[in-house]
């Protein structure tokens, strides 16, 4: 065919307000805005149809020429079993693992005994030099940080090959634990000092972090996810200005851990938007902006016990959202673990699904696929907006720790957790396998047998915890 046919002229221009009137007459008199534009959790509207974004810019990964970690949790409470599931994980294409400590608010109930027996056995064999190591947000964690250190000391490991996240949040222990082991007076005391010599030495690796997976699985709207995150880093900042440390050392260690969900898009924009706003922040900080690094989870509240097997649609979408968001690194919940401690099939399934979207669909090739799609690019700067606004909230109440202490940030996120739940019971939205298209009957599910751990009650601070209903349990308790 030739090409030449083709005129310009042989077709007349298109635009948005054509198309708007076009969709106005195929709805039949139904109202254009209530059919198909809705809404986020933030109220932030999503359009039927956008326009290509014209001033995009590429937001990636810390290493865009380097695919993301698959990461796969190690939250076994007994450590000899622990140590046998990391070592078929890594065997069999894990590039990382995340240690889950009991008390920790993502260990849901499960979790390593926090102890340094625990962790010398865990680690037994492992060639961490090999692999990236992280270690989720628990009470312990900076004492965890010390066994660590203990562990690579004899073995003559060199801390500069690294890959690691050791997992340093106060702020998440307090939200999901509802306790603290000293006062915040001591705290800002104690943490710059204890970590100056760690940055000083320019050794790579991330020990504080800001977790807004807590916040999510509490129910969290994605503005308040993002403000919680910006707030905590702002809140580490402050404490080595205040301890007159430089915060430039501080920056590149700070690294942040976020919820993806079965909301494709939205997720992807979450992702993006959490770089962007973290480049803002330092800017406003007076230092060059380091890139955020990024360890994303697929959601908690998402996942269902009635036919989990759904789980696993849930658990693709949001690891896709997350691979395309730019994640640095991934860890999938597997899709039993509404009903218990996984068992190696349940793992397996969570890695092979990793290992699909990274070395099949190499999802990892492009850099920012999102850059200049309409959509994305909308939600993106949407949710930057939304987000800086509950940052700002946050700060005036004092920064996020006295704002959990005072109780504050807990009844907005209890709010919009509410909100949603409500549109669920509706009808308004509906669960794949709960509420619609259930099925006739539940299939046995097999899980590992596992004692279930209580949140720690010592501490020194109190304040109201998160709780952690996932939205099916919402609907039950409403029922």
Not at 233 to 243: C, P, V, Y
Not at 245 to 270: R, T
Request: a neutral charge.
């Amino acid at each position: 065919m030739d090409a030449s046919i083709l005129k310009d002229t042989a077709f007349a221009a298109a635009n948005h307000e054509g198309w708007v009137k076009l969709a106005q007459k195929a709805l039949k008199g139904a109202d254009f805005h209530e059919a198909l534009i809705s809404r986020t959790d933030d109220n932030i509207a999503i359009e039927p149809l956008y326009e290509r974004s014209k001033k995009a810019r590429l937001t990636t990964r810390r290493d865009p020429s380097r695919p993301w970690h698959i990461v796969q949790r190690i939250d076994d409470p007994d450590p000899v079993r622990a140590n046998r599931q990391l070592l078929e994980d890594l065997e069999n294409g894990a590039t990382g693992i995340s240690l889950v400590f009991e008390g920790a608010p993502n260990a849901f109930g499960y979790g390593l005994p926090s102890t340094r027996e625990a962790v010398d056995q865990v680690l037994r064999g492992v060639h961490l030099d090999m692999i990236h190591l992280r270690m989720d947000v628990h009470p312990k964690s900076r004492v965890c940080a010390d066994w660590f250190v203990d562990y690579m000391r004899p073995r003559n490991i060199n801390p500069k090959t690294l890959s690691f996240s050791l997992g340093i949040d106060p702020a998440a222990t307090l939200a999901g634990t509802g306790r603290l082991r000293m006062t915040l007076a001591a705290l800002k005391a104690s943490l710059p000092q204890s970590l100056a010599g760690f940055f000083s030495t320019d050794l790579p690796g991330i020990v504080l972090e800001a977790d807004g997976r807590v916040y999510h699985n509490a129910g969290a709207t994605e503005a308040q996810e993002l403000g919680a995150m910006l707030s905590i880093a702002s809140g580490h900042f402050r404490l080595f200005e205040e301890a007159r440390q430089p915060i430039v050392y501080a920056a590149p260690h700070i690294g942040f851990s976020i919820a993806v969900d079965q909301d494709q898009f939205l997720s992807i924009a979450k992702l993006r938007a959490l770089r962007r706003l973290w480049a803002r922040l330092q800017e406003a900080c007076g230092i060059k902006p380091s890139t955020a690094t990024i360890h994303a989870e697929t959601s908690m509240r998402m996942m269902t016990k009635k036919d989990c097997e759904t789980n696993t649609l849930r658990t693709t979408i949001a690891a896709f959202a997350a691979a395309v968001g730019g994640a640095d690194s991934l860890a999938i919940l597997p899709h039993t673990i509404t009903h218990g401690l996984p068992d190696p099939f349940a793992r397996r399934l969570a890695r092979n699904t990793q290992l699909v979207l990274a070395d099949e669909s190499n999802l990892a090739f492009v850099a920012d696929p999102g850059c200049g799609s309409g959509a994305i690019e909308a939600l993106t700067t949407a949710l930057c907006e939304a987000a800086w606004k509950e940052f700002q909230m946050l700060e005036k109440e004092g920064g996020i720790l006295q704002s959990l202490v005072e109780d504050r940030f807990q009844k907005r996120i209890i709010a919009a957790r509410e909100e949603r739940s409500q549109e669920y019971c509706s009808g308004k939205r509906a669960i794949i396998g709960t509420t619609l298209f259930p099925a006739k009957q539940e299939r046995a599910v097999t899980v590992l047998d596992a004692p279930h751990m209580p949140l720690p009650t010592d501490g020194v601070v109190h304040c109201e915890p998160l709780t952690f209903p996932r939205i099916d349990e919402t609907l039950q308790a409403s029922a």
